[in-house]
């Protein structure tokens, strides 16, 4: 099943920029000036959560009406999820584990999955589907950078973008590791800031984000 999670564009995405922004918009109509604020500050790829009502709908909107954005969605459990976030102009798609159903909608699609795994069996069941880059989420949990490090050497080839926990202050060491590509984080869009409409302040901590090295 070697080729099956389509790694190519996915990768593309996830070596495109150190952090990918992980969103839960509350309001669709945030969804335009959020998406074209991060892209301004260096991060064009952005994972919308289906943690939301309105979260279809602002994927629908942020694919459509910002062309610089690769929208991507995030927290797809089913078969439904992957069609209505795929249907809506998803170019890739996250979620936090891996099911056979999963995989069967993925192989369907020309949209690529990135799913989640942390335990080394959840890890070898994946990479036995074709699957070499993770999510690995809970991060922090789960047991942080460290337990990442330590997975590297006995399940070489598999590559991470760990989410859950990370912020600008531990995203480094993340980084730092050679099974990690890039990082999930919600710190660059605070709820706070999102409803407050302060589009120029997330574009600064977009664009701090974008200079983190790998």
Same mark, same amino acid.
């Given at each position: 099943?070697?080729?099956?999670?389509?790694? /190519?564009?996915?990768?593309?995405?996830?070596?495109?920029?150190?952090?990918?922004?992980?969103?839960?918009? %509350? +309001?669709?109509?945030?969804?335009?000036?959020?998406? +074209?604020?991060?892209?301004?500050?260096?991060?064009?790829? &952005? /994972?919308?959560?289906?943690?939301?009502?309105?979260?279809?709908?602002? &994927? +629908?909107?942020?694919?459509?009406?910002?062309?610089?954005?690769?929208?991507?969605?995030?927290?797809?459990?089913?078969?439904?999820?992957?069609? #209505?976030?795929?249907?809506?102009?998803?170019?890739?798609?996250?979620?936090?584990? @891996?099911?056979?159903?999963?995989?069967?909608?993925?192989?369907?699609?020309?949209?690529?999955?990135?799913?989640?795994?942390?335990?080394?069996?959840?890890?070898?069941?994946?990479? #036995?589907?074709?699957?070499?880059?993770?999510?690995?989420?809970?991060?922090? #949990?789960?047991?942080?950078?460290?337990?990442?490090?330590?997975?590297?050497?006995?399940?070489?080839?598999?590559?991470?973008?760990?989410?859950?926990? &990370?912020?600008?202050?531990?995203?480094?060491?993340? @980084?730092?590791?050679?099974?990690?590509?890039?990082?999930?984080?919600?710190?660059?869009?605070?709820?706070?800031?999102?409803?407050?409409?302060?589009? %120029?302040?997330?574009?600064?901590?977009?664009?701090?984000?974008?200079?983190?090295?790998?």
């Amino acid at each position: 099943m070697k080729g099956a999670q389509k790694t /190519e564009p996915l990768l593309k995405v996830m070596e495109g920029q150190p952090v990918i922004p992980v969103l839960k918009i %509350d +309001r669709a109509e945030d969804a335009v000036p959020l998406a +074209r604020a991060l892209a301004k500050g260096g991060l064009p790829a &952005i /994972e919308i959560t289906l943690r939301t009502p309105a979260a279809i709908e602002a &994927i +629908r909107r942020a694919a459509t009406e910002v062309p610089e954005a690769i929208v991507g969605a995030g927290t797809i459990l089913d078969a439904d999820h992957f069609a #209505q976030a795929a249907e809506a102009g998803a170019k890739f798609i996250v979620s936090p584990g @891996l099911t056979p159903q999963l995989i069967e909608a993925a192989a369907a699609s020309e949209v690529p999955l990135l799913p989640g795994a942390i335990t080394p069996s959840e890890i070898i069941a994946a990479r #036995q589907a074709g699957y070499s880059l993770l999510k690995f989420f809970p991060a922090e #949990q789960a047991g942080g950078a460290g337990f990442l490090k330590a997975l590297s050497s006995p399940l070489a080839g598999i590559r991470f973008c760990p989410t859950g926990g &990370i912020s600008a202050k531990n995203a480094a060491e993340y @980084l730092s590791l050679p099974n990690v590509v890039c990082v999930g984080g919600s710190w660059i869009a605070p709820d706070a800031l999102v409803k407050g409409g302060k589009w %120029d302040e997330i574009a600064a901590l977009a664009r701090e984000a974008a200079s983190l090295k790998r």
